[in-house]
């Protein structure tokens, strides 16, 4: 099972929610190109089932 995170990215629009690295990653074609990391949100208040975050974005956070 891969880590389970919180999204800390003020910025970012999944801020505060929480839950776990897919495994799938991606480079943007446009922007910085940087890699970014697919999450699988546990709960997500938008609806959305997931979401790609930076490096930066989150931190590792205990199972619950």
């Known amino acids: 099972m891969l880590q389970r995170v919180q999204i800390v990215n003020?910025?970012?629009?999944?801020?505060?929610?929480?839950?776990?690295?897919?495994?799938?990653?991606?480079?943007?074609?446009?922007g910085q190109q940087d890699q970014m990391a697919e999450v699988k949100l546990e709960n997500c208040r938008h609806g959305s089932d997931g979401c790609f975050v930076s490096k930066g974005d989150v931190r590792q956070v205990a199972e619950r």
């Open 10 to 30: 003020r910025k970012h629009p999944h801020f505060e929610e929480y839950g776990r690295f897919t495994g799938k990653m991606i480079t943007m074609k446009f």
